[in-house]
T-cell receptor, first 115, second 109 residues
Framework: DTGVSQDPRHKITKRGQNVTFRCDPISEHNRLYWYRQTLGQGPEFLTYFQNEAQLEKSRLLSDRFSAERPKGSFSTLEIQRTEQGDSAMYLC?????????????FGSGTRLTVV | GQQVMQIPQYQHVQEGEDFTTYCNSSTTLSNIQWYKQRPGGHPVFLIQLVKSGEVKKQKRLTFQFGEAKKNSSLHITATQTTDVGTYFCAGTNDYKLSFGAGTTVTVRA
């Protein structure tokens, strides 16, 4: 399977705990994105990497959120001191600057529930 | 910042009928992309429009980009049950996509 993989698929955590999600993009893609989606809404931009460099982080994202993409391969998204409002589907997507017109390839997402 | 709005939010269609969903941006876009998300699934890329006034077709789906590159539409003819899902438009001026809230389509057989 050469698609975008996300792990875990589901995560239930208690408020105040830290969680970390992983994304493995399509290997030829140099751009990686994290989005968050809540019920009835479109995906909301969180952050973006080109290779290993994090080029933009949404102003909506608090300091509790951090993302990394070491060596320009897989990426992790960490949420510290989770709150109930963090409950959402976290989507990872990748794309290539060399393949114009093909859009983003999304993973299946990690559904986070904070109780 | 850039905002993308879609109407209608919900579209209930009789199987075999046509419908159109519309997308409007507060700013001029470099390009616009359309995605489909099936219930319980993730967004899947459908198409990208780049040129002013561009029209592209995919079988029963027709996509159009406005002359001012601030609006777009998706028209589906002879709706089938396989068309069920949420259709998102997403605009970009650089590398980042801004998604609309989507049009959720249900089909009556």
């Amino acid at each position: 399977d050469t698609g975008v993989s996300q792990d875990p698929r589901h995560k239930i955590t208690k408020r105040g705990q830290n969680v970390t999600f992983r994304c493995d993009p399509i290997s030829e893609h140099n751009r990686l994105y994290w989005y968050r989606q809540t019920l009835g809404q479109g995906p909301e931009f969180l952050t973006y990497f080109q290779n290993e460099a994090q080029l933009e982080k949404s102003r909506l994202l608090s300091d509790r959120f951090s993302a990394e993409r070491p060596k320009g391969s897989f990426s992790t998204l960490e949420i510290q001191r989770t709150e109930q409002g963090d409950s959402a589907m976290y989507l990872c997507a990748s794309s290539s600057t060399l393949q114009g017109g093909y859009g983003y390839t999304f993973g299946s997402g990690t559904r986070l529930t904070v109780v | 910042g850039q905002q993308v709005m879609q109407i209608p939010q919900y579209q209930h269609v009789q199987e075999g009928e046509d419908f159109t969903t519309y997308c409007n941006s507060s700013t001029t876009l470099s390009n616009i992309q359309w995605y489909k998300q099936r219930p319980g699934g993730h967004p899947v890329f459908l198409i990208q429009l780049v040129k002013s006034g561009e029209v592209k077709k995919q079988k029963r789906l027709t996509f159009q980009f406005g002359e001012a590159k601030k609006n777009s539409s998706l028209h589906i003819t002879a709706t089938q049950t396989t068309d069920v899902g949420t259709y998102f438009c997403a605009g970009t001026n650089d590398y980042k996509l801004s998604f609309g809230a989507g049009t959720t389509v249900t089909v009556r057989a």
